[in-house]
DNA sequence: TTGTAGGCGTTATCAG
DNA sequence: CTGATAACGCCTACAA
């Protein structure tokens, strides 16, 4: 029962090449036999099979993701991003996560093969270098994120677009130290992990700049979960002196440390201020509502699709930057006491 | 440079059928041809063209998603379900959102025709007869939350997957009952979504059964978003008397307006009691911890797959339950006067 | 147990 | 401007 290119060429009197060329507008084709087959396929409600055009075309207008996770709103908002400008040119999204193990990574990557026209990638505990080793073919792959600029020229490490974590923490913990905090605290992400690493990197440059040391009694792990991030902060709360504020290197840290507080009867912002990283949407409706360092995840995901597409169509002569860093803003809120009339 | 089935059947020494059926495992082999066989293709690389294969198979291992938005942890837990669940079962999930627009939901719709061997759809203000009308070809689809069980037994209807709405909701009004409010308000969800009306019901239900009247005064819109029931929580600080208890239909909602509460130098839970709905994992960490009817979101996701690719396999012989309802619980916790001692 | 050959629905390359 | 026809890479009767 399916209609195919056959049907819509013999009602309307034609050869399917010439019904290709009107679908695909390739080619010359009179005026009046182009309407007359369009009407065709039309009434018949003809839908080139995919697969069939894939196969000979070699494009499928997917782009994969891979994540490795898709919990909580940091995700979410990328995704969203990467939504809106693949729907926006016609192409689809393929989603995968990789769960935060290097196996399922790799075997994301391959079954993805044959199956998109291109890869947006986050693995920020994976090198970049190796990733290019993994991916098939030469699939074109934007990586979002990840340990890049280091010693580049090299063609063998990908595209990438990356936050500028480094600033965006060195700039919160300046607003902290302006705000008079001098016993500092920092909840760190997973081991290994790129952001993570580059965003305690610029904490500590801004306590070095202020004349303080960096005490690592006082920079604990939080592995990026609410969780940690409440572990954490009792960590915190055992030491003595105790830190004044505390920065977490994301959100939902931040947000579990600030559970971790309440739950001690310890009060933010008055006894200790609490910050935190990507300033995703809820961050601004918690209480008290919290400070954060604003990523654009959405436009994260969304830059990512438009130079992975600029390629695929390009067909691989890039003359682009091969790397781009999207700026981050302090946002202060309640949570560091700044007035708490709703904050943003 | 693409390697073929040509390419394993050459070097092994044996025709293309056999190679397609040893990696089917289609028909008989002798063992030794087999092993060979193997061992070239996994030399080799050899991985199948995707796009050839379900030219013939007319089957492609992928599940599309077809959801409102992609905002928020709510979406966001339903759609790592569905990952999990088609990741383990060597599915691809193909995902895409409506932008809460008629029209986008059509296309994106009809855009996963021949790209996808089911559909799961969340559309919760769709009418899932009119559904079936848009839906391509004979594709399974299982729809999430959507108006059911309504004058069922026409096969019009697709499957379906819903949380117990009225039941949640008429738990935890009890609750707020129980605990001795008398004057409690609703934040509803948007007007035409179904999760939100059957919420509605359970709260009028609980409230007629404890003899008290629904006052419409006290309920009021939100549009299941943050700043929504910021919004609607400030409409409700005016009235007079005020409530001294709020539902909001989802913890997003919910949320808001326990910013707006503490914006407005109103106590939660000592001033106002406040509970939400879904219990996404940010309940818990809010301070205070918000009370919510308890949903696994990711199991609504899992179960719908594990449900369409049953159907995709029994080729439409369907012999299940058509519609399915998923158990809620109320979880108390501080914002509603719990011991605040974390929560859950 | 294995090979041959036809066809899945398109696009693309030639002739006309 | 239009029409045959050969790929594209794989699966699957049917035959051997």
New binding site residues.
């Given amino acids: 029962v ?1 209609i ?3 049907d819509v060429a013999r009602q309307a ?6 019904v ?2 009107v ?2 507008d ?9 309407e007359r087959i369009r009407e065709v396929a039309a009434r018949l409600r ?4 995919v697969a ?2 894939s ?3 070699r494009r499928t207008h997917t782009v994969g993701v891979v994540l490795p996770d898709l919990y909580g709103e940091f995700f979410s908002e990328v995704i969203r991003g990467i939504d809106r400008a693949t729907q926006q040119r016609g192409y689809h999204m393929l989603v995968s996560s990789s769960h935060a193990d290097a196996g399922e990574f790799e075997s994301a990557l391959r079954a993805m093969r044959g199956r998109v026209d291109g890869l947006v990638v986050m693995a920020p505990d994976i090198d970049p270098a190796a990733l290019a080793a993994i991916v098939p073919d030469a699939l074109p792959v934007v990586m979002l994120g990840c340990a890049v600029g280091a010693r580049d020229g090299g063609d063998a490490t990908p595209d990438s677009i990356t936050v500028d974590n480094a600033g965006g923490a060195h700039a919160m913990t300046r607003h902290l130290l302006a705000h008079g905090h001098r016993r500092l605290a920092m909840l760190t992400g997973p081991a290994g992990n790129h952001d993570a690493a580059e965003r305690l990197r610029g904490y500590r440059a801004a306590l070095a700049e202020a004349g303080l040391a960096a005490d690592p009694v006082y920079e604990v792990p939080g592995g990026f979960t609410e969780a940690g991030g409440e572990e954490g902060a009792r960590a915190l709360l055992a030491l003595a002196p105790r830190p004044t504020a505390v920065f977490a290197a994301n959100d939902a840290m931040a947000i579990g440390a600030m559970g971790a507080f309440r739950a001690a009867g310890v009060r933010v912002p008055d006894d200790v201020a609490v910050a935190g990283f990507d300033d995703i949407p809820i961050a601004r409706y918690v209480t008290p509502a919290l400070s954060s360092v604003r990523v654009d995840l959405g436009a994260l995901g969304a830059r990512a699709v438009g130079r992975l597409l600029r390629a695929v169509a390009g067909g691989g002569g890039a003359a682009e930057p091969r790397h781009e860093t999207l700026p981050t803003a302090v946002v202060a809120r309640g949570s560091c006491g700044e007035h708490a009339d709703g904050g943003a």
């Fill in positions: 399916r195919t290119i056959k009197g034609v050869s399917v090449a010439t290709s060329r679908l695909n390739s080619g010359p084709v009179r005026e009046e036999t182009r003809y839908t080139p099979d069939a055009r196969l000979i075309t």
